[in-house]
């Protein structure tokens, strides 16, 4: 009786890990189909748009495109990001998320997290980047809400890691092991980053964080658009030791209004004031230390989806300067 007691809870527990797998699986199919619309959908946009009148002269290519006035805080000139490029073999972790193993891995490796977004797509701005890490795309589903209940949990970093390593180190070779850690996120993709940044081992753990478009906050007060005293408490906590240049902290935003939360403007003025850095201009930037926000015109879908598509020059390839030293 005993031992048909133990194999049924051991069937159990099997069939609710299994559950569980596929229901990550299928969150991270949903999500990764979710950005490749929008990214075909600028796509076609710009395409039907540039059939539509003569050809201008080119804008700068890292420059973000933009729906208002002229950008008056640009990107990283094209120029700034090498041609050539770092080759990677995908594999994938257990539950299906993909990796991004460069060539060359061997021994020791450096690993970047990205949360939301099609797994092609951060890849090619990881190659253009010619960022030498192990690469994994995380995809919650849509919304901050699913980023925030999967990720928020105590230990979810070392997890995460442990199956990057299973996966990374058949292709690394004897003495694969994660070495330094970036986290990255584009849109509702912060929210996992916040919640693993919450935890201090895990902030400890983690060198850089970049954030693209993605930082958002809840109000006290909706009307007066008023953010709670401890909003963003992770984002700075990370930033007093980005400010000390102990981390790395950057990230950049459009000029999006929201309806019922803070948009990426009004929480990156908050994160200014609250780590008492200067703002250098009314597309609300600044910089102290490895702490640094950029800002940038552009108030449609269209200015959030390049906001994740020149992450490689915006973000990445100062992720990669800061590795090589």
Not at 85 to 94: E, I, L, M, V
Not at 246 to 263: N, P, Q, R, V, W
Not at 274 to 280: F, Q, T, Y
Request: overall charge neutral; charged content about 20%.
């Amino acid at each position: 009786m005993k031992a048909s007691a133990l194999l049924t809870a051991l069937g159990a527990l099997a069939a609710a890990g299994a559950t569980a797998a596929l229901l990550g699986m299928r969150a991270q199919a949903n999500a990764e189909s979710a950005s490749n619309a929008l990214v075909m959908a600028e796509r076609r946009s710009l395409s039907a748009h540039a059939a539509e009148r003569p050809a201008p002269a080119p804008p700068p290519s890292a420059a973000p495109v933009t729906s208002a006035a002229p950008v008056a805080s640009t990107a990283p000139a094209a120029n700034a990001v090498p041609t050539a490029s770092t080759a990677f073999r995908q594999t994938s972790t257990y539950n299906g998320a993909p990796v991004f193993v460069p060539e060359s891995c061997s021994g020791s490796y450096d690993v970047l997290l990205h949360f939301h977004g099609a797994h092609p797509y951060v890849k090619d701005l990881v190659e253009r980047a010619r960022l030498n890490a192990v690469v994994a795309v995380f995809n919650a589903g849509n919304g901050a809400e699913k980023y925030a209940q999967a990720y928020g949990a105590g230990g979810t970093l070392s997890s995460l890691l442990r199956q990057i390593d299973m996966a990374a180190s058949p292709l690394c070779g004897p003495g694969a092991k994660p070495g330094r850690i970036a986290l990255s996120a584009w849109s509702a993709g912060y929210a996992g980053v916040e919640k693993i940044l919450a935890h201090e081992e895990d902030r400890t753990r983690v060198d850089a964080v970049l954030l693209a478009d993605g930082l958002h906050a809840g109000f006290t007060d909706k009307y007066r658009r008023t953010l709670a005293p401890n909003a963003l408490q992770a984002f700075r906590d990370f930033g007093e030791l980005a400010k000390r240049d102990e981390k790395l902290f950057l990230i950049t935003h459009s000029s999006i209004m929201t309806d019922g939360y803070a948009s990426t403007t009004e929480c990156s003025r908050a994160l200014l004031r609250a780590l008492d850095v200067r703002c250098d201009d009314p597309l609300v930037s600044g910089k102290s230390g490895s702490f640094a926000i950029e800002g940038f015109t552009g108030d449609d879908r269209a200015a959030h989806i390049v906001q994740f598509r020149q992450m490689d020059t915006t973000l990445l390839s100062r992720l990669r300067e800061r590795w090589q030293r």
